[in-house]
C-alpha cells in the first residue's frame, strides 16, 4: 500500500477552468477545458510515462490545456524522455533542487504560480514539506527551526512513522489500492460510501490539539484532487500560501505547524517547529 498522494475524488481546481474556445466533441458540441499555465510531473518512470499518457488523452479530449507540461527527474534518459512525446519538457534535476528554484522563483511573483499544478508520485518523499522546512531556515537562519515527530492521529487505522520519525505516514485503507484509483464517493474496495477525507482528519487532529493547550498552527494540507482521466494534482498557489502564513505566524515568535500532503484517503504529514 503507498500511503502518499494518490489521485483522488474529482473536485474543481483552486482557480477556476478557463474556457478553451474552438473545442468541440463528437456531437459538435463546445467543451469546456481546465487550463494551466504549468503543469509538472514529478518523476519521469513508470508513474511519470503513465501520468504523461492520461494527461495527453485529456488534452486530446478537450478536458485540460497547459502551457508548459514539465516532468522532473534526475535521469535524462528516464522513461518519458524515451517515449519521446514532444510537447513535454525533461528538467533534468533532483525533485528537492528543482522545486526550490521553481517554488522560489513562484514565491516572489504572485501571479506566478497561478494555476500551476503539481502531479506527485505516489512514492515521492515530503518534497513540498521539506521545502517549506528550508524556507523557514533561509528566512530565520538565527532561529532553531525543527522537524519533529507528529504522533498518532486518532481515528486513522493505518499509521506508520518514517525510519527517522519525522515523517508520518497515514491511510484509511486497510486493503491494497489500486494506484490508478481517484477515490470516488463510492471506494471500490469495501463497495460502500466513502465517509472519510484525510485532510479532515488532520483539521480534527489540529483542532483538538489546541483544545487542550497546545499551541499548534495549521494545518496545511497540500490535497491532491482528481482533475482527469485519472491524473491528480495540487496547485502551486496552495504552497505558497503556506509559506506566507508561516512567515506571518513566525514572524512574531515561536511557532508550530502541522503539515501534509494528502488525497481523501492517504497522506504524509509532518511537524514543523520554529523556536
Request: hydrophobic letters at 45%; a negative charge; aromatic letters at 6%.
Given at each position: 500500500m503507498s500511503?502518499?498522494?494518490?489521485?483522488?475524488?474529482?473536485?474543481?481546481?483552486?482557480?477556476?477552468?478557463?474556457?478553451?474556445?474552438?473545442?468541440?466533441?463528437?456531437?459538435?458540441?463546445s467543451r469546456v477545458a481546465q487550463r494551466y499555465r504549468t503543469i509538472v510531473v514529478v518523476g519521469g518512470g513508470c508513474y511519470g510515462a503513465y501520468y504523461v499518457r492520461q494527461l495527453m488523452r485529456a488534452e486530446r479530449a478537450g478536458a485540460l490545456a497547459w502551457e508548459r507540461l514539465v516532468v522532473v527527474d534526475r535521469d535524462p534518459d528516464c522513461r518519458v524522455a524515451r517515449e519521446g512525446e514532444t510537447e513535454v519538457e525533461i528538467a533534468t534535476a533532483s525533485w528537492a533542487s528543482w522545486f526550490a528554484g521553481f517554488l522560489g522563483g513562484a514565491s516572489r511573483d504572485v501571479d506566478r504560480g497561478f494555476r500551476d499544478a503539481i502531479v506527485p508520485s505516489p512514492l515521492m518523499p515530503h518534497l513540498l514539506f521539506d521545502w517549506l522546512v528550508e524556507r523557514a531556515r533561509a528566512r530565520w537562519p538565527a532561529r532553531r527551526v525543527l522537524v519533529t515527530p507528529v504522533g498518532s492521529v486518532p481515528n486513522v487505522p493505518w499509521q506508520r512513522p518514517s525510519a527517522d520519525a519525522l515523517t508520518h505516514y497515514v491511510s484509511f485503507a486497510e486493503w491494497m489500492c489500486p494506484i490508478n484509483c481517484i477515490e470516488p464517493v463510492r471506494c471500490p474496495a469495501t463497495r460502500g460510501a466513502r465517509s472519510w477525507t484525510m485532510p479532515?482528519?488532520?483539521?480534527?487532529?489540529?483542532?483538538?490539539?489546541?483544545?487542550?493547550?497546545?499551541?499548534?498552527?495549521?494545518?496545511?494540507?497540500?490535497?491532491?484532487?482528481?482533475?482527469?482521466?485519472?491524473?491528480?494534482?495540487?496547485?502551486?498557489?496552495?504552497?505558497?500560501?503556506?509559506?506566507?502564513?508561516?512567515?506571518?505566524?513566525?514572524?512574531?515568535?515561536?511557532?508550530?505547524?502541522?503539515?501534509?500532503?494528502?488525497?481523501h484517503c492517504h497522506g504524509a504529514l509532518g511537524r514543523l517547529e520554529i523556536e
Open positions: 500511503a502518499v498522494d494518490r489521485p483522488v475524488h474529482p473536485v474543481p481546481p483552486t482557480s477556476d477552468p478557463v474556457p478553451i474556445t474552438g473545442r468541440r466533441d463528437a456531437h459538435g458540441n479532515g482528519a488532520v483539521a480534527e487532529y489540529v483542532a483538538a490539539a489546541r483544545a487542550r493547550g497546545h499551541n499548534v498552527d495549521g494545518p496545511f494540507v497540500f490535497h491532491c484532487t482528481h482533475r482527469a482521466y485519472g491524473v491528480g494534482m495540487i496547485d502551486v498557489d496552495t504552497v505558497l500560501a503556506a509559506d506566507m502564513a508561516i512567515a506571518a505566524a513566525a514572524g512574531h515568535g515561536r511557532a508550530e505547524f502541522i503539515i501534509g500532503t494528502a488525497s
